[in-house]
């Protein structure tokens, strides 16, 4: 799946030499294809398929899609054929009119999802979190209390759901019903989410997957209790455990490229995996400063930075 990845990745601009100077059809497809793969290192699982070229906007090139099929996914590539077959161009069009971070924040959908820090926030942080996924731990236990302590007001975090269920099999459970508790309680969805990303290990020691659903559904009505939502509707949502909010999340998130967790969206820049703290710093003060809002001075160091040798 990597280099089925990695091979239709996008290029600035690749240009691929053809050396017969006339041919038919057929034998034109066949040597784009071994271009293709050669370059790409396709697997040998992986099809090639070419469209029939169509014209395009540029002078003495044509338009021709190439299909890359491994059975599980399917992309369309395009690339620029010249009308004289001897050169294939991959040419990534941007259009600058268009501000792409804000284009991708049109594509999340945070209605009615729980959040934490200001909703007037110019700056919003989205996280595409799994509930059993280690790195999500680390990286909520840097979002939770220290970027919310150091930004304060300045940032509005928004968490949605990625299970990643084949390798995560109670990871679909856990956000079901943590959206139980959010769809009545904004705080309960919180004490919850900060309690399984704390204590993952307590579920992962039982022996049996209804033994940990079981788990699951005691926290989440001992959070509903705690904060006092309607516990019969609560109750009916856990057993009911309908994925389909969970599913259109998956679905929104793998539209925007996102393939492992945690995946953060800051203000539409993306942010890969668990990140340092200081990483998460400066995509949030470039995005502070883009919206024209001071940035927090930097932290303090700690007392073991000013302890050491190197400390000035």
């Not at 990745?9 to 240009?15: E, G, H, S, T, V």
């Not at 041919?23 to 050669?38: C, F, G, H, M, T």
């Not at 590539?77 to 050169?87: G, I, N, P, R, Y």
Request: charged content about 25%; some cysteine; proline content about 6%.
């Amino acid at each position: 799946m990597a280099l089925f990845r990695r091979s239709v990745a996008i290029l600035i601009l690749i240009c691929l030499g053809c050396s017969a100077q006339s041919a038919a059809p057929s034998d034109l497809n066949k040597r784009i294809e071994r271009q293709v793969r050669a370059f790409y290192n396709l697997p040998a699982e992986v099809q090639v398929n070419l469209s029939t070229p169509k014209p395009s906007e540029f002078p003495n090139f044509e338009t021709l899609t190439v299909t890359l099929n491994n059975g599980e996914h399917k992309q369309d590539v395009e690339f620029l054929l010249s009308k004289d077959s001897k050169t294939l161009i991959r040419l990534t069009k941007l259009d600058i009119s268009k501000d792409p971070y804000v284009e991708i924040m049109k594509k999340i959908d945070t209605t009615g999802r729980p959040t934490r820090g200001n909703k007037g926030a110019k700056v919003k942080l989205v996280n595409y979190d799994d509930f059993e996924c280690p790195y999500c731990s680390r990286m909520h236990s840097e979002l939770f209390p220290t970027i919310l302590k150091e930004y304060g007001d300045r940032v509005l975090l928004v968490y949605k759901d990625y299970p990643l269920a084949e390798i995560h099999p109670w990871a679909i459970h856990a956000a079901i019903n943590a959206n139980c508790l959010g769809e009545q309680n904004n705080d309960a969805y919180w004490d919850y989410a900060d309690y399984i990303h704390t204590n993952k290990k307590d579920l992962d020691a039982e022996k049996t997957q209804d033994a940990r659903f079981g788990v699951l559904d005691k926290l989440v009505l001992d959070q509903g209790q705690k904060h006092s939502v309607d516990v019969n509707r609560l109750q009916a949502c856990v057993k009911a455990q309908n994925d389909s909010g969970v599913r259109a999340s998956m679905k929104e998130a793998d539209a925007l490229g996102v393939n492992a967790t945690p995946t953060l969206f800051i203000n539409g820049e993306k942010v890969d995996g668990a990140q340092p703290v200081s990483v998460l710093r400066d995509v949030l003060n470039r995005a502070l400063k883009d919206a024209g809002e001071p940035v927090p001075p930097p932290p303090a160091p700690s007392a073991s930075q000013s302890a050491s040798p190197s400390a000035k």
